[in-house]
């Protein structure tokens, strides 16, 4: 398994232009999230799906947008960037109770994080 | 919405001496606790977690206690390497919940002097 990848590592825009970060995980985990991680504001979630369908927001959705097509994709949008979304950018998977009714825990996998500049 | 605080933001000890790590949250629904580790460059990792129906557990040189009613928690890492240098993110959830949405505490940066 490859796990949960993520691309680009790195970007840089300019403000006002749009992007997509890719997000994929080959594990069939339900639930999918995205995460900013800024100097000392610690990881904050920005937006997140429980399966396939549906998606909801998190503590920053402001500037982005999501889909969840599929299990295994969840793409993070940003229709017109700002310097304010300045940050490293994480997804991650982990299986969701909800809705499998499994009873393991809910260990997040982290994609390996995409550093973006929006000048 | 649940509000995850961690203390100190910084902390620095010498090889072999323990560390530990405070945070308190405020939704008391919240029942699930993990601790990540992040080292410099890399993604989060997890490396202990906890739930509400037990009070402290155990790993090696790391242990993590739980205080619900006071609503705290702490990771305790004993005889500390320099490989333990990095930043500590502590997080709560409502495990079995609608989302179970992991929300985090602003980090601890970890330095562990040879």
């Known amino acids: 398994n490859a796990g949960v990848t993520q691309t680009p590592k790195f970007q840089v825009l300019k403000t006002g232009q749009s992007m997509t970060l890719q997000c994929a995980q080959d594990?069939?985990?339900?639930?999918m999230s995205w995460y900013r991680q800024d100097p000392g504001m610690g990881l904050r979630l920005i937006h997140y799906?429980?399966?396939?369908?549906?998606?909801d927001q998190g503590e920053v959705p402001n500037g982005y947008n999501v889909s969840r097509s599929t299990t295994e994709d969840f793409p993070l949008r940003l229709l017109s960037a700002a310097p304010s979304q300045t940050s490293v950018y994480f997804c991650?998977?982990?299986?969701?109770?909800?809705?499998?009714?499994?009873?393991?825990?809910?260990?997040?996998?982290f994609g390996s994080g995409t550093q973006l500049s929006v000048l | 919405g649940e509000n995850v605080e961690q203390h100190p933001s910084t902390l620095s000890v010498q090889e072999g001496d323990s560390a530990v790590i405070k945070c308190t949250y405020s939704?008391?629904?919240?029942?699930?606790f993990p601790w990540y580790k992040q080292e410099l460059g890399k993604r989060p990792q997890l490396i202990i977690d906890?739930?509400?129906?037990?009070g402290e557990k155990k790993d090696q040189r790391i242990a993590v206690t739980l205080n619900k009613t006071a609503k705290h928690f702490s990771l305790h890492i004993t005889e500390t390497q320099p490989e333990d240098s990095a930043v500590y993110f502590c997080?709560?959830?409502?495990?079995?919940?609608?989302?179970?949405?992991?929300?985090f505490g602003k980090g601890t940066k970890l330095s562990v002097k040879p």
């Open positions: 906890i739930r509400s129906n037990v």
């Open positions: 991650a998977s982990s299986y969701s109770p909800r809705v499998s009714g499994r009873s393991t825990n809910e260990k997040l996998f």
């Open positions: 594990m069939n985990h339900e639930y």
């Open positions: 939704d008391s629904a919240s029942n699930y």
């Open positions: 997080a709560a959830s409502i495990y079995g919940g609608s989302q179970g949405n992991l929300i």
């Open positions: 799906s429980v399966g396939a369908g549906i998606t």
